[in-house]
């Protein structure tokens, strides 16, 4: 594992925890700041797309409630996944929404610092024995990651030597990647991998993401 791949927050959210004790008050700063009254998400037409899409599921690295307040906004019923409790609770046929790295109203489910960092790229927790179950079966669409972030890197590597032990035999559900701007390293790294790169080509980033996600939702009949 390069080591480099880990970015400064995480060292300092470990810092903060071992000075202070407890990652709370840092939680409590986070939560507050990144979710100020200013801030309308009924303005983000791509948090509109993206709950208007019709998705089963939503895996985020985010700790954020911006999706959900979103699907509030909107109207969209959902339910929050953290814990295996959650995972247990009668499904209704809400949009399932993943909270992969934790959220802000609990804790213990933060991935924050480096330590919960490392524990992450184990990959052998409920939540993420029901994403490779679910990147199994089913067409899985990426967004918002590059090769820079290693917990894609290593999710996308294991999931390759599992569909290389099954054999060409096997029929593999499409995966693919929105990606913000061309890079043909990537692109090529990550159709290694079975993953098919969907390049931005409207020359601004959020405008081609939400016109793509648009083009996915189900049109009224």
């Not at 960092?117 to 669409?141: G, K």
């Not at 820079?148 to 599992?162: A, M």
């Not at 569909?163 to 890079?183: C, K, L, Q, Y």
């Not at 043909?184 to 996600?213: C, H, Q, T, Y």
Request: aromatic share 12%; net charge negative; with cysteine.
């Amino acid at each position: 594992m390069d080591l480099r791949f880990l970015s400064k927050k995480e060292s300092l959210a470990e810092f903060y925890e071992i000075e202070r004790g407890s990652i709370g008050p840092l939680r409590s700063w986070m939560d507050v700041h990144w979710h100020g009254k200013e801030i309308e998400v009924g303005t983000s037409e791509v948090h509109e797309a993206i709950v208007r899409a019709g998705f089963r599921k939503i895996y985020t690295t985010n700790f954020d409630r911006w999706i959900e307040k979103a699907c509030d906004h909107w109207q969209v019923k959902y339910r929050k996944i953290l814990t295996v409790k959650d995972l247990t609770a009668r499904q209704q046929g809400e949009l399932e929404i993943v909270k992969f790295h934790g959220d802000f109203e609990d804790d213990a489910t933060l991935v924050l610092t480096e330590s919960s960092y490392f524990e992450r790229l184990n990959f052998e927790s409920p939540l993420d024995q029901m994403l490779r179950a679910d990147v199994l079966r089913h067409p899985v669409l990426f967004v918002g990651y590059s090769l820079l972030d290693i917990n894609v890197r290593y999710l996308f590597h294991k999931l390759s030597k599992i569909w290389t032990a099954a054999g060409s035999h096997v029929e593999r559900p499409a995966s693919h990647i929105f990606m913000m701007t061309p890079n043909p390293v990537e692109e090529a790294i990550f159709k290694r991998w079975g993953i098919n790169p969907l390049v931005e080509d409207k020359g601004s980033p959020m405008e081609g993401l939400r016109d793509f996600i648009q083009g996915l939702t189900p049109k009224p009949r």
